[in-house]
Antibody, heavy 122, light 106 residues
């Protein structure tokens, strides 16, 4: 059974940085693209970033472009989200999610982590 | 960016009744549409992909239809565990979610 476990959330001040991690197990990590999705308090889902199975391709949502960077380490079965110059509106629960299909990035998400909460506040 | 619009925002339904949720895309997305269910404090769960294919383990009372720009999720007979928020997502041109429909007990 595939499993994703996020960590790294917390309370940070505006303008600072935070790195989230998502450790995967139960599947061949290097075959799947991974995404980050966030959900602000009481709001809907917002796609944040994706990285290809081999780490060669990545893409961010416009709302985080130039501030957030997604990366992965296939030897550690881990995907990361480096968040810089954080703003109040980055406050959310951040989920990592696996693509339903192998190798491609544009698939629905069949496995999600439990989420890690990030609060940006002065 | 493709904008996904869900309606209604809230749907009040009695247990055992049928629920019909709508999702509209701002441009054609063929059948690259999925539906998720989210309960409070939980991660979303994939219900439907390819507009009409049920994900593994999803009960037959959930069905999806549509193509192009108009899509529907139908829950044929609502069970107590189905009261939740439902999101549609397009994956034709990158990824965007709809705003969600909350299905509540009438």
């Amino acid at each position: 059974q595939a499993q994703l476990v996020e960590s790294g959330g917390g309370v940070v001040q505006p303008g600072t940085s935070l790195r989230l991690s998502c450790v995967a197990s139960g599947f061949t990590f290097s075959k799947y693209a991974l995404h980050w999705v966030r959900q602000a308090p009481g709001k809907g889902l917002e796609w944040v970033a994706v990285i290809s199975h081999d780490g060669r391709t990545e893409r961010n949502a416009e709302s985080v472009k130039g501030r957030f960077t997604i990366s992965r380490d296939n030897s550690r079965n881990t995907v990361y989200l480096q968040m810089n110059t954080m703003r109040d509106d980055d406050t959310a629960v951040y989920y990592c999610a696996r693509c339903l299909g192998t190798f491609g990035e544009l698939f629905p998400f069949d496995y999600w982590g439990q989420g890690t909460r990030v609060t940006v506040s002065s | 960016e493709i904008v996904m619009t869900q309606s209604p925002a809230t749907l009040s339904v009695s247990p055992g009744e049928r629920a019909t949720l709508s999702c509209r895309a701002s441009q054609s997305i063929s059948s690259y549409l999925s539906w998720y269910q989210q309960k409070p404090g939980q991660a979303p769960r994939l219900l439907i992909y390819g507009a009409s294919t049920r994900a593994t383990g999803i009960p037959a009372r959930f069905s999806g239809s549509g193509s192009g720009t108009e899509f529907t999720l139908t829950i044929s007979s609502l069970q107590s565990e189905d009261f939740a928020v439902y999101y549609c997502q397009q994956y034709d041109n990158w990824l965007t979610f709809g705003g969600g429909t909350k299905v509540e007990i009438k």
